[in-house]
Nanobody, 122 residues
Framework: QLQLVESGGGLVQPGGSLTLSCAAS????????VGWFRQVPGKERELVSC???????TNTYSVKGRFTVSRENSKNMAYLQMNSLRPWDTAIYYC????????????????WGQGTQVTVSS
């Protein structure tokens, strides 16, 4: 059974850091583009970053220079390192996958995790 599980969320003060993990099971992550998204209740889901099977990554403007996406295919894992967190980064963060090379982060993501809550507050 294909499954994605996010972890690493929590409460952090402004300016702090968190690393989110996305653990894949039931399949091999190698050939998939992994996307990270976030959503605030009542608002549309927003793309944050993505990384393709070759490790080419893209960050959206709102997180550029602060967030870094990475992957460790040998462990079937992907990560989102978040630095200099700000209150408006508060959201539920999701990882999702689509087959193939989409370093532009476009396309349709077919499988999603359940999300992990990130709260940035003093």
């Amino acid at each position: 059974q294909l499954q994605l599980v996010e972890s690493g969320g929590g409460l952090v003060q402004p300016g702090g850091s968190l690393t989110l993990s996305c653990a894949a099971s039931g399949f091999t992550l190698d050939g998939y583009t992994v996307g990270w998204f976030r959503q605030v209740p009542g608002k549309e889901r927003e793309l944050v970053s993505c990384i393709d099977p070759d490790g080419i990554s893209t960050n959206t403007y709102s997180v550029k220079g602060r967030f870094t996406v990475s992957r460790e295919n040998s462990k079937n894992m992907a990560y989102l390192q978040m630095n200099s967190l700000r209150p408006w980064d508060t959201a539920i963060y999701y990882c999702a996958i689509q087959w193939g090379f989409r370093s532009d982060c476009g396309g349709r993501y077919d499988y999603w995790g359940q999300g992990t809550q990130v709260t940035v507050s003093s």
